[in-house]
């Protein structure tokens, strides 16, 4: 419960601590646009709604609490999709919330050089959106993963593992197997993706950049977010109706 | 009214409750005795539907506990005093019982009442002493108002306050018409407060029979202490009427096999002046120690009192 909104609060302030620091920072710079810190606090926030999200799909077997709830509704499959439903109205609010404290947190290094940042410029509003959809996202990801697995730690270890190593492991490796002057050798034209940089593209990293305008287009993010919901989603409703709650 | 039958749960090759049946009936407080890792909270478990059998069906009110359309107004249990979420305040966490059965906020104030709970309803469970901690689990079990009530170890962590009180609450809701289902390690107190008691030992019912029937079958039943001035003569008479007597080392018999008047009657007419006489009634807990002791020679399913196991 109190940690619960420890970890929403404390995403919020990063965002827009983190937002501030960087546009501050960067705010003496000849060509500085505000809006280009707006995505710095991003990947800081997903980690916040990822803790957040395992925090909220573990809490009811974490405590014990689960008897009580399965023995007052015993259809358990409802019970789960309650806890999906209130935790995506939750994580909406929370990432709704942390990309709002990210434009509050650039006004006052956008007033020090009289910009106006113009938020509803060249993608910068649909980058907006794209944070919010990923961080609400990101959040159901971590409470799919808690939901299955039961276990705080475990499930915390899966969800970075599966949002932050995987993704840079795949990137890693895809260097390390690509020949560098491959790219020179076909006469300058990129080279032909390799099968480690398409499946990149598959982890919620992969999504992240789909959402924010870097590579795809958003809906590719949107469905390959989506996907890491559903799978440990659905995971955790075959335990929850064929196993017994101990 | 609690029916299970024939009911089985195997984890792997461990089987923790073995062909158990027995009907916990409306009115009356059913008590449910065996000791650690006999099964009994697996059983409470399978009850409601927590766990399922392997084999075997359990039944509340002749339904099945998952049809059962609004299942807090039908059942109540305790089953673990861990099973609410600590951070949550006692009434926060009542009240979320009760939005889910519709049940009005009212409600959740009256039962804080009934479990003395109200000058802590705002604390969170995490500071909530064992006893507290097994009022608040009372107090969720009777919230929906229900005919039927589980509860596990329920004096468990209670001072002798809450004792009497939890003594006094399952005599009242059994005399209200409703079905009372509780276990305890504690073979005193079932034997005070517990109609009918239901024995287990390693998954197996041991014995099903009014809480009397099994004291009555203790091995000290039927026993009857006598001392006496002339003990050699009276010892002598009693064996001549068929009676079987040992001589403790106090020099007081006990006898068995005569009636407390029989053996009276045979003092006066020898004229042996007695100095006490007494019937030993066997207490639950020997009766318990002596059928969990022996569980493995029921084995094959007999069970003392008086029904057989189906």
Redesign the interface.
Known sequence: MRSTWVAALATVAVAGGLTYLDASASSSDPGFDPVRSLGFAVPFATVGLLVLGVLVGTSEFSTGNFRSTFVAVPRRLSVLAGQVLAMTVFAALVAVLAVGSSVLAILPSAASRGITPDLGGDGVLRNLIGSVVLLSGTGLVGAALGAWVRRPVAALVAAVGICLVLPMVLVLAADLVTDPLAASAAGGSSAPESPLETFARFTPTGAADSLLWREGGALQGVLVLAGWVVLPLTAAAIRLSRRDLV | MIEVEALTKRYGTTTAVDGVSFTAAAGMVTGFLGPNGAGKSTTM?MI?????PTTGRVTVDGQR??D?AA??RV?G?M??A???????TAHR?LLA?AR??GIPRSRVEEVLGLTGLESVAGRRVRSFSLGMGQRLGIA?ALLGDPGTLILDEPVNGLDPDGVLWVRGLVRDLAAEGRTVFLSSHLMHELALCADRVVVIGQGRVLADATTRQIVERSERAGLVRVRTAEADALLVALADRGADVEVRTDGSLHVRGLSVEEIGSTAARIGAPVLELAAETGSLEEAYLQLTAGSVQYRSGRTLGGEVSR
């Open positions: 478990r409601v539907g927590l766990e399922r506990y998952a059962v299942p807090l059942v249990a089953l673990d861990r099973s609410m979420h600590p951070g949550r966490h019982l889910t059965h969720a």
